[in-house]
Structure formats: C-alpha cells, structure tokens
C-alpha cells in the first residue's frame, strides 16, 4: 500500500508559480512511477505530467509543456510539479498518482489515469485572470 499525500495549492493571479507536493508513505516509491493529473469542474481527469521511477524519463502534456516541472527526491520519497506561467485554465484540483508497474520510455504507458493504482486527495490550484 502507499498513501499519498499533495499539498502545495492554493490561489493566485495569472502568471504566478506554484510548485505542488506528494509525499508518500506506506512503502517506498523508488521504483515507481508517479503522475500528476488534474480535474477540473464538470471535466474529466487529464494527465498533466509523469516521471520514471528512475527520473530518467519526463513527460507532460502539451498544455503544460514548457511550463511546468515534474521532478521526484526518492531519498525524501517526495515528488513534485513546478508550475510557472500559470494560467486560468490550469484552475484544477491537482492529483498525485503512482503506477508500481510502468518502467518503460514510452508517453503512452504514463497518461491513462487507468494505470495508476494509488491516488492522493487533491490539492486545489485556483488561477484568476
């Protein structure tokens, strides 16, 4: 089992950063891969970024590329989404997810929602225009 927990989100202007949290506990996330995915009201949840168990591998959305930041401390168990250049519709609550599974270098094996098998509670990100 792994618990995860987000924090980091809050509310701020356009333009501004925020960099999230997801601390895990409950077993170690070394070798797992960890995803950030989004939600906003009345739409589905989208993958925002992912990182590779070994951190070799980085992959992000095309709305976000180049923006935001995916990086992972296994030492502290802790992985995290910088965002900068935020904008309006980056207004979501922010999930942390790990897939124990997944190790390869391909894009499509880290965006479904469907293959992470442990989810954090969401931390709200409110960008206003």
């Known amino acids: 089992q792994v618990q995860l927990v987000e924090s980091g989100g809050g509310l701020l202007q356009a333009g501004g950063s925020l960099r999230l949290s997801c601390a895990a506990s409950g077993r170690t996330v070394r070798r797992v891969a960890m995803g950030w995915f989004r939600q906003a009201p009345g739409k589905e949840r989208e993958f925002v970024a992912a990182i590779s168990w070994t951190g070799a591998n980085l992959f992000y959305a095309d709305s976000v590329k180049g923006r935001f930041t995916i990086s992972r401390d296994n030492a502290k168990n802790t992985v995290y989404l910088q965002m900068n250049g935020l904008k309006p519709e980056d207004t979501a609550v922010y999930y942390c997810?790990?897939?124990?599974?997944?190790?390869?270098?391909?894009?499509?094996?880290?965006?479904?929602?469907?293959?992470?098998?442990?989810w954090g509670q969401g931390t709200q990100v409110t960008v206003s225009s």
């Open positions: 997810a790990a897939d124990p599974t997944v190790s390869g270098p391909y894009y499509s094996d880290y965006v479904s929602p469907k293959g992470y098998d442990y």
